[in-house]
């Protein structure tokens, strides 16, 4: 299976990213991203909830997923819950491993 860029965590103000899409680098850069020297994720950081979902949206037009799970607080249920609270207002792709090279790319809404 080809890799996906995904976003595997949501937390502190920081948006975490695993970029596979080397020609998106460019736009994750425009939205205040940076990938720090020997890491394997970019970083993107937002100050408020709106902020985040501007930032949401233009990854989810970028095509990339975010991770779900069924235990915790993943990027995915974090996505849900600005959409129960009318901040976003569009789909997105998650994206679950089953094994360890092989995953589920699912619409939610």
Known sequence: ????????????????????????????????????????????????KNDLAQIIKSLIELGV???????????SEILAKLKDDGILDIGWKEIVWVKKEKFIVRDRE
């Open 1 to 48: 299976m080809k890799p996906i860029s995904y976003v595997s965590n949501i937390q502190d103000s920081i948006i975490r990213l695993r970029l596979f899409d080397n020609d998106k680098a460019n736009r994750i850069k425009a939205l205040g991203g940076r990938k720090p020297l020997f890491s394997i994720f970019w970083t993107i950081p937002y100050h408020n």
């Open 65 to 75: 997923c975010f991770v779900g799970s069924t235990h915790g607080w993943p990027p």
